[in-house]
């Protein structure tokens, strides 16, 4: 199981509406995996650039879910 205590994103201005809706489907994907341990971080930082305004909330979860599972999970 993985337990978030606190999910916060920043985004370049302008993408302030968007953090909400990102927050909710990246929680909902990561509730979605298998993990095969329980696990605690204290920090997590996942770097993304968000080159385009027309990258979809959906593309943006994605990318910054399969990183943090990698995080998480120990992967690179």
Do not use: C, K
């Amino acid at each position: 199981m993985l337990t978030i205590d606190r999910l916060s994103i920043q985004l370049p201005p302008g993408f302030e509406h968007r953090a909400a809706g990102l927050v909710q489907l990246i929680g909902d994907r990561l509730a979605s995996f298998e993990w095969p341990h329980d696990a605690s971080v204290d920090h997590l930082r996942v770097d993304h650039t968000l080159t385009t305004a027309e990258t979809t909330n959906e593309a943006l979860a994605g990318h910054i879910t399969a990183a943090v599972a990698r995080q998480v999970r120990g992967g690179p």
